[in-house]
């Protein structure tokens, strides 16, 4: 990192602090009128209380930054403005509409003309105000909790509805929703909408810290709002730069940044410079944007130069570009969450800078980026080691973040620095190339063999140090340097873990052999070392490390912490220690700090057993780092608690450093948000969403299939969050905590539910339980008609039984019926067979009469027909008689023979009464019928009847009525007349259909 202000490279001095804060302090009205005796006092108080705070935390580090580049959120590039909902959504005014993000998901919504928006702003009621090209409006939920955009454009008078990017929006005291154009003021109240102008254009739009309305005049300068009128605010009042942001800095003044001239001081209608140290750089990399942290810091946004933080004091305490961590050095807006924490909106993308982190990276080494191995607090310097070498910087002096080298390398230690000890008021580095001895900013090497891991001391004027491959001795005068004395006889292994108990006695534990308990002969020449292992109460061989808490050794084992019991001879379990740490795994490191709080390394947890002070007894408090799952070396964990501000993690990546103080001021409230609800059966379709809440919702048996969809608005890559969650009305008990932030639930069936949904951070702080109450409705084959379908189904089921037993009743009865019938009938056989007898005797004897009867009728007919051909042949002797003219007893016997014709034709006629006798009977009263049914026909009519349905010829019938064939024709015609028959009709077939 490079800066062409040389200025700023020196290190700043208290007076500067000192001139400040007098500059500050004077700048106040308030303190016009105290002495300069008081106001003296005052600022030396200040200062040392300035310095102190410094001395205790400095700033080390970097904060974390997580980078959201567009490929994340999915949206356009740039972000100019940024804002925070009610329920801790983040919300950015993006080039292709307004992003949402829950800490989990990001959401895009566009606006109505589809353009960019240019600024966000939540008004009263929790609605999301936006402004973009020439178009204003704001976003609600909709009954169904989903965000809807609705326009304002429409309320705009018309002759204002012409304008341009709505850059700023502010609410007013009253609440009113002003949006600011180039061109107008649009004052959005009651439904309604005025414009205003200022008379130019107009630059800018903020609130001061009192709550009113301060705008930019390309030609007055700054300008107040009341909500109606626009007054001038001083004619000195006219900065000759844009106004790109106002700071709240106390109940009656506020800080104006500027994009190229700096930042200014506005208190009781006075308009005055702020100067800071950095002044020329801010005007040439000029502040686009910035936002004030609660603490009172300022983050300004540049053009150029990235993001700049600002203390109190005025000193820059932060300064991230891209080589920081920023995706890029061009910031457009910059807003402060309610955890202290910095959002950027960038040109290209988004950085979230966690300014508010318990946790700062440092990395000595600058881009190496080297594995940290050992920290230590050393006459004033903080020395660092790492794989890279030694570095060290003043401890507890300001770091100007604008000087490069904050880390000066230790000459001489370039390579593997294993360790860190101070003996006898010197440090002593372990190092790969073997013992060191810091002196100055240089480390000069102890004896010429490689390899030494660390130092322990023996008494005053001796120590050991752990080697690759055994323990050398080192010895000196009292007050002198450390000197080389010889290698210790008696272990060969390699002493990298390595405690001395009160009594002197060394405890070295191998990860692959055991534990070795090793005296120092009184000879200082060798070592009496004994082995202990399995055989000695270890669970195990393998993975064993010493340490030492409250002057015990301990033994790290697989399964447990141990510690040896000298009259046994034996290790035995130490009881409480292991179960307070908690989790599960084996334990990799142990430390203890000055106020005797116990920092551990279990399985996947690092963290701190708090001893505090009760009124009878020492209570212990448990605190586990989620943010250092995975960071510290494995194998090589390191923790370097200095003090109560400064506590040091060797980490994979450069070092990282924790402020307790930090941890104190974290806001670790929780709420956890129902984000989305999908019908996973209808094509991942959204249902509901959370941004309102829904009292009841009904879902047709169809769509029973829903996933939910949730996340905790805590923010930062640090941050761990769980979650548990139970579906009422399926599930009795909460789900285990998990990260997961989705959970589906297939093909739920009909009834009421109730999801609910909790959260839980990583300090073990649990959110108030969310929930989300649904009903599925039955299907149709289960509703409440078709329940009384089947109840009627039922009752005509059950009838259908009680007939169908009912039938086999009266079955089993015919059945006996029948039996007794059959039975019966047996006995009547013989009966029926005789009266079957007599039957056919009787049909036969009828037979027999038909026969005689159609004989008689045939007869009859015959008669009939010869009495014609009577008629016939008197006819034609009459004839021949009267033209003979004869005499008259030829005559008289003619005469004589035709009166016996006559008598025999009477006989004839006699014999036709017989004959329809027994017509009648051969076909079934035909004659009967016809008399009833045409009592019209005369009798010669029915002996035409009888005669046509005995299907006669016409000549035959001519004889029989003794009348010609034409007039048979005749008295056809005539019946059909009489028997209203139409003339085609077949009179033989009418006959036998009477």
Known sequence: MTTTWPFLVKKIQRPLIAVSLADTVWQNQYFHDLSPIILKKLLYFFCVLAGHCVAQTGNLGLPPVTNFPKTSYRAGTQNWDIAQDAQGRMLFANNEGLLLFDGTRWQRFPIGNGTCVRSVAVGPGGKIYVGGQGEIGFFSPDARGRLQYQSLNQLVPAENRQFTDVWDIAVSPEGAVCFRSAEWLLQYKNEKIRAFSSGGNLWFLGKTSGGKLLIQDSNNGLMWFDGDHFSLLTPGAKPASLVTALLPLGPDSTLVTTLKNGIFLLAKDQFLPWTTPIDPYLKEKRIYHAARTPGGDLALGTSLGGLVVLGTDRRPLQWLQKSEGLLTANVLSVFCDRARNLWLGLDNGISEVEINSPFYRIFPDGSLEGTGYAARVFQQKLYLGTSNGLFYKPFGAYANPFQHENFNLVQGTTGQVWSLDEVGGQLLPGHHEGPLRVDKDRANPLVNIPGAWRFVPINDTAMVAGQYDGLTLFTRPPGGAWQFRRRLAGLNESCRVMVREKDGTLWVSHPYRGVFRVRIRDNFRDLEVRLLGEQDGLPSNLNNYVFEIDGTMLVAAERGIFRFDAPSGRFVAHPGFDGRMGGSGRTRFLGQDQRGNVWFCKGEDTGVLWIEDGTLEKKIRRQVFPQLAGQLVGGFEHISPVDAHNVFFGAEKGFLHLDPERLRQLDTSLNVLISNVFLTNSGDSLLAAGYSDIEQLGLPYRLNSLRFAFSAPVYGAARRVQYSCRLEGLEKNWSAW?????????????????????????????????????????????????????????????????????????????????????????????????????????????????????????????????????????????????????????????????????????????????????????????????????????????????????????????????????????????????????????????????
């Not at 004989?855 to 015959?862: G, H, N, R, S």
Request: net charge neutral.
């Open 738 to 994: 998990s990260e997961k932030t989705e959970r589906e639930f297939p093909h739920l069936g009909a009834g009421d539910y109730v999801f609910w949904v909790k959260a839980r951070n990583e300090f073990g702080v649990e959110s108030a339980a969310q929930r989300f109450v649904f009903v599925v409705h039955p299907p149709w084959y289960a509703s409440t008609w078709a329940w009384l379908l089947y109840a009627a189904l039922l009752a005509l089921g059950l009838r259908a039984l009680f007939r169908r037993q009912k039938r086999r009743f009266e079955t089993e009865k015919a059945s006996l019926t029948t039996e007794h019938r059959l039975q019966t009938e047996a006995q009547q056989r013989l009966v029926e067979q005789t009266e079957q007898e007599l039957v056919r005797l009787q049909n036969e004897k009828l037979a027999s009469e038909v026969a005689h009867k159609n004989q008689e009728l045939a007869l009859a007919t015959l008669h009939l027909v010869q009495k014609g051909e009577i008629l016939s042949s008197i006819q034609e002797e009459l004839t021949r008689a009267l033209e003979s003219k004869s005499d008259p007893k030829a005559l008289r016997a003619d005469l004589s023979r035709m009166v016996r014709a006559l008598q025999m034709d009477e006989q004839t006629d006699a014999d036709w009464e017989q004959f329809a006798i027994h017509f009648d009977q051969v076909h079934g009263d035909f004659l009967k019928r016809l008399r009833e049914k045409y009592p019209q026909l005369t009798p010669h009519d029915h002996r035409l009847c009888a005669y046509l349905r005995m299907n006669l010829s016409t000549k035959e019938i001519a004889n029989l009525l003794n009348i010609s064939v034409r007039g048979v024709e005749g008295s056809r015609y005539r019946l059909r007349k009489k028997m209203d028959l139409p003339g085609d009709a077949n009179l033989p077939e009418v006959m036998l259909q009477v």
